[in-house]
């Protein structure tokens, strides 16, 4: 074969060389979704579909395909509720956004000092490790009050597999009289790599005025 065809054949193999070449998507850069399930012991709840990617939520209100959503494209971005089956949206609440997800750690590089941090508390501890929906996890356990017996607590479920995600969160309150209250927060079927325009409007969706309006 000439010079100038082999040239021409190793330079049309470099784009797809390219993309083999190309890093797997990351939590940390490229986002990630779930299925979220909340259970009140063994009632559940609610569940939904949950992406992240960075400061950008999407939540959607169940884990039905093509339900409504909320979503914001950043940290200081407006919360939005979308409504597929009508092509139409409306100011949302950051309440509503993050419904069943208060107190959960939604980003990459979970730090179990930084936690303590924020409770306001030194004495907390690495309870263990154990495998949840297939991903090895630390768990770390945080009393809310370090120097009571008995005292409620909050553990969560880290993955260093998935650049230090918090897959589960259990919510303990003792009782004297029974067993322990625990309610629950898990992610499973976790995919990574989210588009961007998840986060966004559909362009074409019509505004509409905010509920109570």
């Given at each position: 074969?000439?010079?100038?065809?082999?040239?021409?054949?190793?330079?049309?193999?470099?784009?797809a060389?390219?993309k083999?070449?190309?890093?797997?998507?990351?939590?940390r850069?490229?986002?990630y979704?779930?299925?979220?399930?909340v259970?009140?012991?063994e009632t559940?709840?609610?569940?939904f579909r949950?992406?992240?990617?960075?400061e950008?939520?999407?939540?959607?209100?169940?884990e039905?395909e093509?339900?409504t959503?909320?979503?914001?494209?950043s940290?200081?971005?407006?919360?939005?509720?979308?409504?597929?089956?009508?092509?139409t949206?409306?100011?949302?609440?950051?309440e509503?956004?993050?419904?069943?997800?208060?107190?959960?750690h939604?980003?990459?590089?979970?730090?179990?000092a930084?936690?303590?941090?924020?409770?306001?508390?030194?004495?907390?501890q690495?309870?263990?490790?154990?495998?949840f929906?297939g991903?090895?996890?630390a768990?770390w356990?945080?009393?809310d009050?370090?120097?009571a017996?008995?005292?409620?607590?909050?553990?969560?479920w880290?993955?260093q597999?998935?650049?230090?995600i918090?897959?589960?969160?259990?919510r303990?309150?003792?009782?004297?009289?029974?067993p322990?209250?625990k309610t629950?927060?898990?992610?499973?079927?976790?995919?990574?790599?989210?588009?961007?325009?998840?986060?966004r409007?559909?362009?074409g969706?019509?505004?509409?005025?905010?509920?109570?309006?």
């Amino acid at each position: 074969m000439p010079a100038t065809l082999l040239l021409l054949a190793a330079a049309g193999l470099l784009p797809a060389c390219g993309k083999l070449m190309q890093p797997p998507p990351r939590p940390r850069t490229d986002g990630y979704s779930a299925l979220v399930t909340v259970r009140g012991g063994e009632t559940e709840l609610a569940r939904f579909r949950l992406a992240v990617r960075g400061e950008a939520i999407r939540r959607s209100t169940t884990e039905a395909e093509g339900a409504t959503y909320f979503v914001r494209e950043s940290a200081t971005a407006p919360v939005f509720e979308v409504d597929p089956s009508t092509r139409t949206y409306r100011e949302g609440t950051p309440e509503a956004l993050l419904a069943h997800l208060d107190d959960f750690h939604l980003g990459p590089d979970f730090n179990h000092a930084a936690e303590a941090n924020r409770r306001g508390i030194k004495e907390y501890q690495r309870e263990s490790d154990a495998v949840f929906a297939g991903n090895a996890c630390a768990i770390w356990r945080y009393p809310d009050r370090p120097d009571a017996l008995n005292s409620p607590s909050t553990t969560y479920w880290m993955t260093q597999a998935l650049d230090g995600i918090v897959v589960r969160k259990v919510r303990t309150v003792p009782r004297g009289d029974g067993p322990d209250e625990k309610t629950y927060v898990e992610l499973t079927l976790i995919r990574v790599g989210i588009d961007p325009a998840a986060f966004r409007v559909p362009e074409g969706f019509r505004r509409e005025a905010p509920q109570g309006r």
